[in-house]
Every structure is written in C-alpha cells, then in structure tokens.
C-alpha cells in the first residue's frame, strides 16, 4: 500500500536532520518500490512554545506491504535513533518529528494511530508537500483532492519552499 509520512524538524541543523530520517525510512523500505519525495518547505511553528524555531516539513509517500501500526513503530525508533525523546511534552520544539498521514484509503481510528491524519487537511505545512508528491489524492473522509484542498485553505501560515531537492 501506498504511505504518506511527514517530516518535520525545528532544532539543530534541520535538513540534516530530515535527510537523516529520510534515509533511515528509505533503508526500511528500499526493496518495497518507489518513493515519492517532496520539496523541503520552511514555515513558522504551529502551536509550540514561544520563540520556537522555523520548521523544516517535507512528505515521502512509500511502498508498504505491512501493517501501519508496525510502521509506526520503526518510524517511533527513528525519531529515538535521531535524538528524538518519546517523554516530551505535546507540540515543543524538536530535532525530528515523523507522522503517519495516510495509507492508501485505509482509515483507522484507535488509541496508537488516526489514519488519514486528523489534521492533515487543515495544515498548510502538511497539504503543501504532500500536494507535491499526489496532488489528485483524495483522502479518506474528504470529497476534493489534496491540491483542491490546499487551494481552499484558510491557513494564513507561511509555507515557502527551502529546498527542491534534499
């Protein structure tokens, strides 16, 4: 099945940072396909603490043959592995965040993972690069495509491209 899965970075160096969990996901991944890989976008930080750092976001949408629950959990070691502490409080500034955001028209809805995303159609951070890799997607729950969506968004965020390749 088809995986769409975000990065995003607001400490240290971030692209480094995406670059390193974009590796670390394509080494889980490489005998599974193609992988899709967005432009590198840079927008100010939503609901962090104050005087938080831009974030670097980026989306990959990969080949997965597995359940996304088992997904989930190597993507948690990889936040882990790249410095990424689990006991955090919601919404802080980090080094690596990896999220889920859909698996093809799966939906699931339990207490380890909400596929599609819950807020994926409202984030302009979010709708942007995925808007790169499957922009004629309709997600699950939602009647226009992610371009549709993202042409229609009240999100007055900033999202300016940092990167085309990375």
Avoid at 39 to 46: C, D, F, I, K
Avoid at 77 to 90: A, C, M
Wanted: aromatic share 4%; hydrophobic share 40%.
């Amino acid at each position: 099945m088809r995986i769409g899965i975000a990065l995003g970075s607001n400490l240290g160096d971030r692209l480094a940072n995406l670059r390193a969990a974009r590796k670390a996901i394509v080494d889980l991944t490489v005998a599974n396909g193609s992988i899709l890989v967005s432009r590198v976008y840079e927008s100010e930080a939503v609901g962090c603490e104050p005087g938080a750092g831009k974030f670097l976001n980026a989306v990959l949408e990969i080949e997965y043959d597995g359940d996304p629950t088992d997904l989930l959990q190597e993507l948690i070691r990889i936040e882990e592995s790249l410095g990424r502490d689990r006991n955090h409080p919601r919404n802080v500034s980090r080094k690596i965040d990896i999220d889920l955001l859909y698996a093809d028209g799966l939906n699931v809805g339990n207490e380890r993972l909400q596929l599609p995303h819950p807020r994926l159609h409202l984030r302009k951070f979010v709708l942007q690069p995925v808007a790169d890799v499957q922009p004629s997607l309709i997600l699950p729950n939602q009647t226009k495509t992610v371009g549709e969506l993202l042409a229609q968004i009240e999100d007055s965020t900033k999202v300016v491209c940092f990167a085309e390749k990375w």
